[in-house]
């Protein structure tokens, strides 16, 4: 019988990375839909599962006010509501040496949107960009459509996981684009000095490439680092920021976010990049309205004990995660996270007994254990892991005694 879409030529893209919803969503699959014990879920930072982690009423009063305006429910303009753009350049650069404007800014539906739109804008046939291990594999996914060659860069665990600058400089050529850099770290809790940062960006410029400085967990740092926006050496090599409401605020459903252009000199308007990024968000999604219609009121009134609060909060759970790690002899903790909602740890797999690798810890513990960890392959690293502490300390410290549980049950050490 004649096969009826023999003349079809359709094939699919090759098949991207793997995302971490992808993982997540296997592993969770594992978890006994009898099992008494609860499921504890640290594999993922979202912290508004969570009573302890809630958004400020300010922020809910003023999504209340901007649907009760009636104002916002049209179309925005493609960059975002003039206004939103104008109250996020103010509300940027108050850490900045210089002031941004509304040009500088374009409203995008969450820090997703935004790794879409900068690594689109930046593609072209055979160019490469550089990417941090481990890193956040939604720039790998979307590069991989693109048809974007990744060069991986290393994070050095000795050295609270700074860049291996030499490492990028022997990576880079004349097609290399970008280089991405995570700070406060997703997945390794690190904050970088300003002193790496400067070098950083000294890299950047000799090598002739855009910095993409992904800082969704804007200035949610408890360690001894201080949070500095890669934007203050937009002066040394052009800089392009992602940020987003999602972490800092604890709504990552509201899906809003912005990119950020600090280039005091010019480079990206000269180049054309900045006309890229106009034409683009003309095709591209919109972030809700509603919503860009409440920024201005949430980043002015937005109380400083709210941010401060929600600090403390981090600071216990980070402080609970890696008290409770180091009690665990089969993981290896480099340092004690800094900042964001995660850590990574080190899997002695040598000390376990018919565990294969990460992967396969991760399904075990939750089939046996019902605790949701996401393998550092995923995130570059093979046999590491990526624990989130965006939850309740209660919570987090219960997962982790099931964790130390789980290896022991496993171990092949003599205790």
Same mark, same amino acid.
């Given at each position: 019988m004649e096969n009826k879409f023999a003349k079809w030529g359709l094939k699919g893209q090759k098949e991207a990375t793997v995302t971490i919803r992808d993982i997540l969503e296997t592993i969770k699959k594992q978890v006994k839909k009898d099992?008494?014990?609860?499921?504890?879920h640290l594999g993922h930072g979202d912290p508004s599962a969570y009573s302890c982690f809630r958004t400020t009423p300010v922020a809910e009063e003023a999504v209340n006010r901007a649907l009760?305006?009636?104002?916002?429910?049209?179309?925005?303009?493609?960059?975002?509501?003039?206004?939103?753009?104008?109250?996020?350049?103010?509300?940027?650069?108050?850490?900045?040496?210089y002031k941004l404007s509304e040009e500088d800014i374009f409203i995008t539906a969450g820090a997703a949107h935004a790794i879409e739109l900068i690594l689109t804008v930046l593609a072209r046939p055979g160019a490469n960009i550089l990417l941090p291990r481990p890193g956040y594999p939604s720039y790998e996914a979307h590069s991989t459509?693109?048809?974007?060659?990744?060069?991986?860069?290393?994070?050095?665990?000795?050295?609270? =996981?700074?860049?291996?600058?030499?490492?990028?400089?022997?990576?880079?050529?004349?097609?290399?684009?970008?280089?991405?850099?995570?700070?406060?770290?997703?997945p390794s809790g690190s904050v970088f000095t300003p002193e790496h940062l400067q070098k950083?960006?000294?890299?950047?410029?000799?090598?002739?490439?855009?910095?993409?400085?992904?800082?969704?967990?804007?200035?949610?740092?408890?360690?001894?680092?201080?949070?500095?926006?890669?934007?203050?050496f937009g002066s040394v090599t052009p800089v392009v920021s992602l940020g987003t409401m999602s972490k800092r605020w604890l709504v990552p459903g509201w899906r809003l976010g =912005?990119?950020?252009?600090?280039?005091?000199?010019?480079?990206l308007k000269r180049t054309g990049i900045t006309d890229c990024i106009k034409k683009y968000r003309n095709i591209s999604p919109d972030?809700?309205?509603?919503?860009?219609?409440?920024?201005?009121?949430?980043?002015?009134?937005?109380?400083?004990?709210?941010?401060?609060?929600?600090?403390?909060?981090?600071?216990?759970?980070?402080?609970?995660?890696?008290?409770?790690?180091?009690?665990?002899?089969?993981?290896?903790?480099?340092?004690?996270?800094?900042?964001?909602?995660?850590?990574?740890?080190?899997?002695?797999?040598?000390?376990?007994?018919g565990i294969e690798d990460d992967m396969?810890?991760?399904?075990?513990?939750?089939?046996?254990?019902?605790?949701?960890?996401?393998?550092?392959?995923?995130?570059?690293?093979?046999? =590491?892991?990526?624990?989130?502490?965006?939850?309740?300390?209660?919570?987090?410290?219960?997962g982790l005694q099931r964790i130390k549980a789980f290896c022991l049950r496993h171990s092949n050490m003599i205790m």
């Open positions: 099992d008494e014990k609860p499921m504890i009760r305006s009636a104002k916002f429910n049209g179309y925005a303009p493609a960059a975002g509501l003039p206004e939103s753009r104008r109250a996020v350049a103010e509300f940027l650069s108050k850490d900045l040496p459509f693109l048809d974007q060659e990744v060069r991986n860069f290393d994070l050095l665990p000795e050295k609270g =996981w700074e860049i291996d600058l030499d490492g990028v400089e022997a990576l880079a050529d004349d097609n290399t684009v970008a280089m991405v850099v995570i700070n406060p770290g997703n950083i960006a000294e890299t950047a410029k000799r090598l002739g490439i855009v910095l993409i400085s992904d800082e969704v967990y804007y200035d949610l740092v408890f360690g001894g680092n201080k949070f500095v926006p890669m934007g203050v =912005w990119i950020a252009l600090s280039d005091p000199n010019g480079i972030s809700t309205t509603l919503i860009q219609g409440a920024i201005p009121e949430i980043l002015e009134k937005t109380p400083k004990d709210f941010i401060s609060n929600i600090v403390v909060l981090l600071r216990e759970a980070a402080e609970a995660c890696y008290s409770n790690i180091i009690e665990i002899p089969y993981l290896d903790s480099p340092q004690k996270p800094e900042g964001a909602m995660s850590t990574m740890v080190k899997l002695n797999l040598d000390m376990l007994e396969d810890f991760c399904l075990r513990l939750a089939k046996e254990e019902s605790v949701l960890v996401l393998p550092g392959s995923v995130l570059g690293l093979k046999n =590491w892991l990526r624990i989130s502490f965006a939850t309740d300390v209660a919570s987090l410290e219960e």
